[in-house]
Every structure is written in structure tokens, then in C-alpha cells.
């Protein structure tokens, strides 16, 4: 289905037009939903949303009535127990999945290694010889390792081979072949913004005879997915970028589901045990989405996790979508005409059908250049080599915000404002 910008762009870029495209906002409304500190403009939502409306209240209500006054009972009478399997189903309809597809647990990393360890012994089972798994290079870089660490310890002959983005869009002209058992990608390229198209590139990896898990963490709650549609296999992401579940909130898996109940467990914990209460020693699997837990579940964090999925199930993704793309337009057009005398390159995809939620853009200061960004309170972050990204949420972000994050580019660059020693310390995290 396509949908109209629902704030289409002018010839002239004014700020005056810019806050007109606000007042059209059909999304303006959900910007209530959040709580920002006074003067902030938040580009971070790509690496931690912000705190939603009611959070500190839910997490207050757990903690003094649940956990305070329903004690252990809490486990029934507040549905603890169900709450993975709740807040699947609502992740299941942001990311197209279908009911009983996906539940809520674990990290990111984890729940990758669980995936592809399974994939990698349903491959053995099918086709021996397959001991490959394609990842691209620049996937970020905790997915790699877990894959690297997981080939390790199978040994006989299993290994991770990086490919570039540009053989993943191409659908793997070079590199697949009868080897490659699992293909491991990023829907959205965490430092660039790319998309990859998920119909088309799992068909490729299908026709070559591989398996696919799909990393959702920069694409989830950001645009439009399909994963029953593309065909997929597995799918994993996170709850703490754009589906605003809190810093650490726990992460998602989802399996098609003819593959649900050939998943073998390889952290066979007693949550995804067909009957846990029985204490039964010998290890029998649930049918279905619980098989995919391993042990007690963080139920704080949880609960105002569950916060962040309600708004997103209240908001039509398609306007989600095309306010995204106006709103990178904007910004990549902006950066073009404002920044033009400055060693500034814009390294996300121009192409709607490549570009992610965000504009990443390269200067050789990028670091001190976001540092005096975020002195003026607009937060971006930085990644290496060079790259400021900016996350572009719909819901909170509007296109005034956009050409007053620019303007503020073109002073500290035109003043070299960033060329102090304050701005080159760099802290712990970046």
C-alpha cells in the first residue's frame, strides 16, 4: 500500500515552512506520549528512545503493589508469567508476524545466538556440508561475534565469512554457494541507515539453498515490516530504540512457523520446558512461543517495556513511514544546502527504498562536531570512522527540530566551534 507524504514538501525551505509541516502533522499528537527535558532535541532514538508517559508510574506500580503487596502471588495474579508471551503478541503486529510467532526476552545477543543455533542444526540435519555463515561486515559488530563465538565452539568446520552491503543488495552474485547454511543480517545498517530489502534478499538466500535471521533492532517500530510475507525465517531486535521499552529493556525472537517446533533449545532453561512445574530432570520442549524462553524473566523492566509497544499499536506505520522519509529528505536537503562549504558527506542512502530512519553524515571531526551538537542540546551520537548519526522517530521528532539541528551544524562548523580540547575528551561510551 502507498501512502501520501502526509506533509508534503515545498520548493523553498523556510523554518516558517518547516512549522507549517508541523501544524499538518497527522503524528503530532504522539509526541504527548513522551517525556524530553525542556529545550532537547532528541536524534538519539535510533540507540535509546526516550522515556514514554506513564513509565516511572508503571514501574512504580510494580514495585510497590505487585511486587510490594501481591509478593510472589504476583506470578498469577499479575500475569508475570504470561507477560512474554503478552508482549509478543504485540511486537508480532509491528514486525507482521501472526499470533503465537514471537516473544519478548532475553537481549538481542542472546536471542541471535539461540536462533542461528538452531537454524545451524536444522541445516545439519538437511544438508551436512553446509557449514558457512554469511554476515555482512558491517552488521554491528555483537552479532558478528556472537556468530564468530558460536562457529568456535561447533568447531568442524564451521566459520563466519563478511560480506559487503553492496553483495547483499546484488542477492549474493559471489558469495553463496553449496556452503553457506545461515545468512545472519541488519534490516537497517546501524551506522549508515541502509535498508535491505527483506522480500527480494531472502529469496536470494532461499534459492541458494541457505537459511535467514534478520536483525530488526534499527528497523522495528521505524518502518513497515513484513516477516510472514517475506518469507523469513527468524527474526531478532530490541525494545529500546524505536519502540521506546527503556535502557536494557529486553529483546524480541520471532520463528515461521513451520519451523516453531523443530527449534531446538540450545540454553534449554526451565521457562520453555513443556510442563517447568513438574521439576521434571529430564528437559521436554513447549510446543510453540514458549520454547523459545530460557529463565526468569526481568518482569520490571518488562512491564514498562510493554508501555512502549502500546503506542506503537495505536499508530498506522504506513504515516509512520512516509513522515521518516520527508523528514531525511528534509535534513539530507538541508545538509546539502546549508553545510556545501564544509568537508561534510552524507553517507545515507539518497533512494527511499534504501534508507533506514536516520541520516548518518561523515566529517573528519565528527566526534567533537557531535560533542558541541549535544552541548547545545541536540542529541545525536557518533560512530566510527567519522560518522554522525541522527535518528529521525516520527513520533517525537518534527520537521522544525530538523532545520534547527542543521542550522546549529552550520554554526559550530562555520565557527569551528567544535575545536576545543573539552569537545575531543571522549568518555566511556560514545
Given at each position: 500500500m502507498t501512502t501520501p507524504d502526509p506533509v508534503s514538501t515545498t520548493s523553498a525551505i523556510t523554518r516558517a515552512n518547516c512549522e507549517q509541516r508541523d501544524a499538518?502533522?497527522?503524528l503530532r499528537d504522539f509526541r504527548d506520549d513522551f517525556l524530553l527535558p525542556e529545550g532537547t532535541i532528541y536524534l538519539d532514538g535510533n540507540s535509546l528512545g526516550p522515556r514514554t508517559k506513564g513509565a516511572a508510574e508503571r514501574a512504580q506500580d510494580v514495585i510497590a503493589d505487585e511486587w510490594g503487596t501481591g509478593l510472589i502471588g504476583s506470578w498469577n495474579s499479575?500475569?508475570?508469567?504470561?507477560?512474554?508471551?503478552k508482549l509478543g503478541e504485540k511486537i508480532a503486529g509491528i514486525v507482521g508476524g501472526g499470533a503465537g510467532s514471537t516473544v519478548v526476552t532475553d537481549t538481542?545477543?542472546?536471542?541471535?545466538?539461540?536462533?542461528?543455533?538452531?537454524?545451524?542444526?536444522?541445516?545439519?540435519?538437511?544438508?551436512?556440508?553446509?557449514?558457512?555463515?554469511?554476515t555482512?561486515?558491517?552488521?554491528?559488530?555483537?552479532?558478528?561475534?556472537?556468530?564468530?563465538?558460536?562457529?568456535?565452539?561447533?568447531?568442524?568446520?564451521?566459520?563466519?565469512?563478511?560480506?559487503?552491503d553492496e553483495e547483499v543488495t546484488a542477492g549474493f552474485p559471489t558469495t553463496m554457494s553449496d556452503e553457506v547454511a545461515l545468512v545472519v543480517l541488519t534490516h537497517v545498517n546501524y551506522r549508515t541507515g541502509r535498508l535491505f530489502d527483506m522480500g527480494t534478499t531472502t529469496?536470494?538466500?532461499?534459492?541458494?539453498?541457505?537459511?535467514?535471521?534478520?536483525?530488526?533492532?534499527?528497523?522495528?517500530?521505524?518502518?513497515?515490516?513484513?516477516?510472514?510475507?517475506s518469507g523469513a525465517d527468524m527474526?531478532?531486535?530490541?525494545?529500546?530504540?524505536?519502540l521506546n521499552g527503556g535502557p536494557g529493556s529486553p529483546a524480541f525472537i520471532w520463528v515461521a512457523e513451520g519451523l516453531r517446533n523443530r527449534f531446538s533449545q540450545p540454553l534449554s532453561g526451565w521457562w520453555s520446558h513443556a510442563r517447568p512445574f513438574e521439576m521434571d530432570p529430564d528437559y521436554q520442549p513447549a510446543d510453540g512461543i514458549r520454547r523459545y524462553l530460557t529463565g526468569t524473566q526481568g518482569?520490571?523492566?518488562?512491564?514498562?517495556?510493554?508501555l512502549g509497544l502500546d503506542i506503537h499499536s495505536r499508530v498506522d506505520m504506513n504515516l509512520v513511514r512516509a513522515k521518516s522519509l520527508a523528514l531525511s529528505d528534509l535534513f539530507i536537503d538541508l545538509v546539502d544546502e546549508r553545510l556545501a562549504d564544509h568537508p561534510v558527506e552524507v553517507v545515507t542512502p539518497r533512494e527511499h527504498a534504501h534508507r533506514g530512519s536516520q541520516v548518518s553524515i561523515r566529517h573528519p571531526e565528527g566526534f567533537a562536531v557531535m560533542s558541541a551538537l549535544i552541548e547545545r542540546g541536540i542529541i545525536g551520537d557518533y560512530r566510527e570512522p567519522e560518522v554522525l548519526r541522527f535518528g529521525l522517530t516520527p513520533l517525537y521528532i518534527g520537521f522544525t527540530e530538523v532545520w534547527d539541528t542543521v542550522e546549529a551544524l552550520r554554526d559550530i562548523l562555520d565557527n569551528h566551534l567544535w575545536d576545543t580540547d573539552a569537545h575531543k575528551v571522549r568518555g566511556a561510551v560514545t
Amino acid at each position: 500500500m502507498t501512502t501520501p507524504d502526509p506533509v508534503s514538501t515545498t520548493s523553498a525551505i523556510t523554518r516558517a515552512n518547516c512549522e507549517q509541516r508541523d501544524a499538518n502533522d497527522p503524528l503530532r499528537d504522539f509526541r504527548d506520549d513522551f517525556l524530553l527535558p525542556e529545550g532537547t532535541i532528541y536524534l538519539d532514538g535510533n540507540s535509546l528512545g526516550p522515556r514514554t508517559k506513564g513509565a516511572a508510574e508503571r514501574a512504580q506500580d510494580v514495585i510497590a503493589d505487585e511486587w510490594g503487596t501481591g509478593l510472589i502471588g504476583s506470578w498469577n495474579s499479575a500475569s508475570w508469567w504470561d507477560l512474554p508471551a503478552k508482549l509478543g503478541e504485540k511486537i508480532a503486529g509491528i514486525v507482521g508476524g501472526g499470533a503465537g510467532s514471537t516473544v519478548v526476552t532475553d537481549t538481542t545477543s542472546i536471542n541471535l545466538f539461540k536462533a542461528a543455533s538452531a537454524a545451524l542444526k536444522m541445516q545439519a540435519e538437511d544438508s551436512p556440508d553446509r557449514r558457512v555463515i554469511l554476515t555482512q561486515r558491517e552488521n554491528f559488530p555483537s552479532d558478528i561475534y556472537m556468530l564468530e563465538g558460536l562457529a568456535e565452539q561447533l568447531g568442524d568446520g564451521y566459520k563466519v565469512r563478511l560480506v559487503d552491503d553492496e553483495e547483499v543488495t546484488a542477492g549474493f552474485p559471489t558469495t553463496m554457494s553449496d556452503e553457506v547454511a545461515l545468512v545472519v543480517l541488519t534490516h537497517v545498517n546501524y551506522r549508515t541507515g541502509r535498508l535491505f530489502d527483506m522480500g527480494t534478499t531472502t529469496s536470494a538466500i532461499h534459492a541458494g539453498g541457505a537459511m535467514v535471521i534478520w536483525d530488526l533492532c534499527h528497523s522495528a517500530g521505524a518502518l513497515p515490516i513484513d516477516l510472514t510475507g517475506s518469507g523469513a525465517d527468524m527474526a531478532i531486535g530490541c525494545t529500546y530504540k524505536f519502540l521506546n521499552g527503556g535502557p536494557g529493556s529486553p529483546a524480541f525472537i520471532w520463528v515461521a512457523e513451520g519451523l516453531r517446533n523443530r527449534f531446538s533449545q540450545p540454553l534449554s532453561g526451565w521457562w520453555s520446558h513443556a510442563r517447568p512445574f513438574e521439576m521434571d530432570p529430564d528437559y521436554q520442549p513447549a510446543d510453540g512461543i514458549r520454547r523459545y524462553l530460557t529463565g526468569t524473566q526481568g518482569i520490571l523492566s518488562m512491564s514498562v517495556a510493554g508501555l512502549g509497544l502500546d503506542i506503537h499499536s495505536r499508530v498506522d506505520m504506513n504515516l509512520v513511514r512516509a513522515k521518516s522519509l520527508a523528514l531525511s529528505d528534509l535534513f539530507i536537503d538541508l545538509v546539502d544546502e546549508r553545510l556545501a562549504d564544509h568537508p561534510v558527506e552524507v553517507v545515507t542512502p539518497r533512494e527511499h527504498a534504501h534508507r533506514g530512519s536516520q541520516v548518518s553524515i561523515r566529517h573528519p571531526e565528527g566526534f567533537a562536531v557531535m560533542s558541541a551538537l549535544i552541548e547545545r542540546g541536540i542529541i545525536g551520537d557518533y560512530r566510527e570512522p567519522e560518522v554522525l548519526r541522527f535518528g529521525l522517530t516520527p513520533l517525537y521528532i518534527g520537521f522544525t527540530e530538523v532545520w534547527d539541528t542543521v542550522e546549529a551544524l552550520r554554526d559550530i562548523l562555520d565557527n569551528h566551534l567544535w575545536d576545543t580540547d573539552a569537545h575531543k575528551v571522549r568518555g566511556a561510551v560514545t
